[in-house]
């Protein structure tokens, strides 16, 4: 109860201080609102952006192991490309493989992908990315469906001509009926529309979506490629498991599986490149950091000059309320409850001002920025009221230490 009181009584001097004078205090409090609307709208552009392009990199998969000719590379360094464009790429035999002998994965599979152009009727739609999947390529990525169904085992083991299209090929070749069951052509072919992918909606930076791809049978998708070194390059990827962290475990397994496939001797080298796929979600996290390093420097030196505000506000505060805590110490009051009065004042104060920058940015994330949504999360509130709270208490703890300090002889003395 006792803390209770003193906290409402704290709070009611930090309101009649900001009514004593509301222009000055207004002033000072806008260094704080400016540098807290700094931060948390760079942490909000931020995080919105980071979390919509990994989102639009989700057709790599999570937990997913590549194996590809060329490694994936971080910044500068010596890429010796003329190498790795002379590796055989990954062939169906490998991908059999690795599907019966992985102890570590999940799943494994392979896919090969061209953009192509699929008609029906006097509609076509150009530019779609098509991909010829094996029956386990829904082990591997997600395979999201609004109508329909996917390939039965037998469907692509027979190399049926079936195909799974995104919703805005469905609508645009059947604009008027439903696409289930209808024929479309690719390169002369007919296909038996069986599946219609779930609609993702306006893609992000113009990456992939499946709202404009389609999958068919890995051995249907071969009679109109050609696959192989010379032609489309097949990729082999496997899912590792959620106990197995950084994959290591899945990596180190296909490493020897393919070295025993290809021949290798224990002194030749691989001559292929395990490519994890977060290595892309982690180079964009990076670049982010980056990015937020830069907006906690911009907002504090704001939050810097605010903080010299609240403590100007709390040193007139102080000393004009002389008499008044000279009265509090005669009656009896300890130096930690003028102490406590007077830093609860102004982390209430830095609160009012932190509190106007995080509205700011609140009503910010209501103006349309096309594809990107705005979205002020929990941990963005919660970090600007952390770090308001503690602008409040640096910039009160050394008026409240001379508050709490004052002999109550000569505090009641003052005029």
Same mark, same amino acid.
Do not use: H
């Given at each position: ?51 919509? #392009? ?18 994936? @590379? ?35 599979? !392979? ?8 008609? @029906? ?34 469907? #692509? ?5 079936? !195909? #799974? ?6 609508? +645009? ?99 292929? @490149? ?38 100007? #506000? ?7 309320? +002389? ?93």
């Amino acid at each position: 109860m006792l803390f209770l009181k003193l906290s409402w009584e704290s709070f009611r001097f930090a309101i009649s201080a900001l009514k004593s004078n509301l222009t000055r205090t207004i002033l000072s409090l806008l260094g704080v609102t400016i540098g807290i609307f700094a931060i948390i709208a760079v942490f909000t552009l931020v995080d919105s952006l980071e979390g919509k #392009i990994k989102s639009s990199f989700a057709f790599l998969g999570t937990n997913v192991m590549r194996v590809d000719r060329f490694p994936f @590379a971080n910044g500068p360094q010596d890429y010796p490309w003329w190498k790795y464009f002379q590796r055989p790429p990954g062939t169906y035999a490998e991908y059999k493989f690795l599907e019966e002998r992985l102890n570590n994965a999940d799943g494994v599979t !392979i896919s090969a992908s061209s953009s192509a152009t699929i008609q @029906a009727g006097s509609n076509s739609y150009q530019g779609t990315s098509l991909s010829g999947v094996a029956y386990t390529y829904q082990d591997v990525f997600e395979v999201a469906l609004e109508e329909g169904r996917y390939f039965s085992e037998a469907e #692509i083991n027979a190399s049926r001509n079936l !195909i #799974i299209i995104g919703k805005k090929i469905a609508t +645009t070749l059947f604009p008027n009926e439903p696409a289930l069951g209808k024929e479309v052509k690719i390169k002369g072919m007919k296909f038996t529309v069986i599946g219609i992918f779930e609609e993702e909606g306006e893609g992000f930076l113009e990456l992939p979506s499946k709202d404009e791809a389609c999958l068919v049978p890995y051995g249907a998708f071969s009679k109109m490629y050609y696959t192989g070194r010379d032609g489309l390059e097949p990729t082999i990827s496997a899912k590792g498991r959620d106990t197995d962290v950084g994959l290591v475990a899945l990596e180190n397994e296909m490493a020897g599986l393919l070295r025993a496939k290809r021949g290798l001797k224990p002194t030749q080298e691989n001559n292929f @490149a395990l490519n994890k796929t977060e290595f892309i979600q982690n180079a964009i996290g990076s670049i982010f950091d980056v990015i937020s390093v830069a907006g906690w420097v911009i907002g504090g030196f704001s939050i810097l000059v605010g903080g010299f505000g609240i403590a100007n #506000i709390m040193f007139v505060s102080v000393r004009e309320r +002389t008499n008044i805590i000279g009265i509090q110490k005669s009656l009896g009051a300890r130096n930690y409850f003028i102490l406590f009065q007077f830093l609860f004042e102004a982390v209430c104060l830095s609160l009012i001002g932190g509190g106007s920058g995080i509205l700011l940015v609140y009503l910010l994330s209501f103006i349309p920025l096309g594809s990107l949504d705005l979205i002020l999360s929990f941990n963005n509130i919660i970090l600007g009221l952390g770090v308001s709270s503690a602008i409040g208490v640096v910039a009160g703890i050394v008026p409240a230490t001379l508050a709490a300090r004052m002999d109550p002889v000569e505090a009641i003395r003052t005029n």
